[in-house]
């Protein structure tokens, strides 16, 4: 983990986050799931924050992301979540109607911190979810 600085701190802030299409319905793939890693990957951008690792399933979104101290991992979670899901609505409709015109995600996440020991970790997990 590569430590960064700030006025006055040095700092390494990493998460892991998990996260579900709601009823766990299997639609990211194909152009879907490319047009929604290039929407987080502008969220993350536009919010000054960094996704090292990223890859979906067809149900369920894995990130690595570093972050700085001023970051409330609640924050990144809505805009990583609130504004991809109006972003994938807006440019892929068609999946309004596997939800029922519902939500996108699933309401819950998950969140771990991660470490030195566990980053390597970590990015292998993220990195093998097209595998299985």
Known sequence: MK????????????YNLVWCVKYRKKILKDNIEDTLKMKLKQIALENKFDILEMECDKDHVHLLVDCSPQHYIPNIIKAL??????????????????????????????VST???????????????????
Do not use: C
Request: charged residues 30%.
């Open 3 to 14: 430590e960064k600085r700030g006025r006055g701190y040095v700092y390494s802030i990493q």
């Open 81 to 110: 979540k609130g504004v991809s899901a109006r972003a994938m609505f807006k440019e892929h409709p068609e999946i309004k109607n596997e939800l029922w015109g519902g939500s996108l995600w699933n309401p819950s996440y998950y």
């Open 114 to 132: 991660v470490s030195d020991t566990t980053e390597e970790q970590i990015r292998r997990y993220i990195q093998s979810q097209k595998e299985k």
